[in-house]
């Protein structure tokens, strides 16, 4: 009897490594799945501060095509970031990027439930790390966008978006509580409408190698709800070109410009400088005003089907209306490394490094980042 269950236990562990080893050479391998097959890749979320307590969540895209017949479909990406700690708090995020078929429609869809500590600096492009204040953010977002094609390259659409915020300072008597420039303290709700019209000749919308995107888009948020005195406007504006420069190295460069206009606007409305997408290496938040603008350059070298590296470099600043200047920008400079988890599609699992401006008496900006898809 002892045999037979040695023999069964040792042919259970010869399966296993086995399945481990197939597992591993497929995740590993250089060749390139053509038969246009959805693909899903799951990242473990882990961590902890003193604020959070231990942080443990998931993180996961989930990519198809829409019309597996039709070779020039652009792929459909869905993603999840769900994460919890033990303090009670939470982010739930539900996104969707979905090309129908002959890409006639694009329709981007964003549903988010926060309930997250952040740190708060003040206003404007020069904020001290001195007056640091935390802040507890819940937050509800939902956001429908839909395009159409109306001619080559082109997408026309509306958008439809609703957001409710609501805070809680926890600081003893900081800048979060004392500046009269801060509004919208305690949160509100806000409604907002919009058109955008983009132009789009890239060969890929996951990883690029050549041509060009731009979007602009137009947003207006009425004074709607009770206990908000404001009504807002918004413009964002975004640009990007690629171009190959040999057989596995291409050169990127984007540009974006955020901002917000209208009469008592909340400070949770307004642009913010930093994230893991553009002016990667800052806290997000730490700069904040009435308008953004950054602009970024990215060298990929992708030397194996599902390895590549980049490097990059931007430079970006806020400033209140009637206060922009040269002298303003900041640095972001970083490297990092991407492993394609679907080399057909070009969906990559991303890791980088980046650093920013070094203020007197403060530790250089930085920020380290692991994210799913390319920057821009």
Do not use: C
Not at 177 to 187: L, N, Y
Not at 198 to 206: A, E, F, G, L, Q
Not at 285 to 293: A, K, M, T, V
């Amino acid at each position: 009897m002892k045999n037979i269950f040695l023999l069964v236990l040792l042919l259970s562990l010869a399966a296993t490594s086995f399945g481990q080893k197939k597992l591993i050479k497929k995740l590993l391998s250089n060749k390139i799945d053509t038969t246009r097959k959805a693909s899903f890749m799951p990242i473990p979320v882990l961590g902890y501060s003193q604020e959070k307590g231990f942080e443990f969540g998931v993180g996961a895209l989930y990519s198809t095509f829409m019309d597996k017949k039709d070779t020039l479909n652009r792929s459909s990406n869905f993603s999840l970031l769900s994460s919890f700690s033990t303090k009670k708090q939470y982010n739930v995020k539900l996104s969707s990027n979905i090309y129908t078929s002959k890409n006639k429609f694009h329709l981007i869809e964003e549903l988010q439930f926060k309930r997250i500590p952040f740190n708060f600096y003040g206003l404007g492009n020069n904020t001290l790390q001195t007056n640091e204040n935390k802040v507890l953010e819940n937050q509800f977002r939902i956001l429908l966008d839909a395009e159409k094609s109306l001619i080559p390259f082109t997408y026309t659409g509306v958008s439809l978006g609703f957001e409710h915020y609501k805070f809680t300072d926890r600081g003893s008597n900081g800048i979060f509580a004392t500046d009269p420039a801060i509004k919208g303290k305690d949160g509100g709700s806000v409604l907002y409408i919009g058109v955008s019209q983009s132009y789009d000749t890239r060969n890929s919308n996951n990883y690029p190698t050549k041509g060009f995107f731009g979007r602009a888009s137009y947003q207006y948020a009425p004074n709607l709800f009770s206990g908000s005195d404001f009504s807002v406007s918004q413009i964002k504006v975004t640009i990007s070109n690629f171009w190959p420069l040999a057989r596995h190295l291409v050169l990127g460069v984007n540009g974006f410009y955020h901002t917000v206009q209208g009469s008592n606007t909340p400070f949770y409305l307004l642009p913010q400088l930093g994230n893991d997408e553009m002016m990667r290496g800052y806290y997000r938040g730490r700069f904040r005003d009435q308008n953004l603008i950054t602009g970024q350059a990215e060298l990929r070298y992708r030397f194996m089907n599902r390895f590549g590296v980049v490097a990059f470099a931007g430079t970006g600043r806020v400033f209140e209306n009637g206060d922009f200047s040269l002298q303003g920008f900041k640095p972001s400079f970083g490297a990092g490394g991407r492993y394609f988890f679907d080399p057909a599609k070009g969906l990559s699992i991303r890791l980088d490094y980046a650093v920013g401006e070094k203020l007197p008496h403060e530790k250089r900006q930085s920020g380290f980042y692991i994210s799913l898809a390319e920057a821009f």
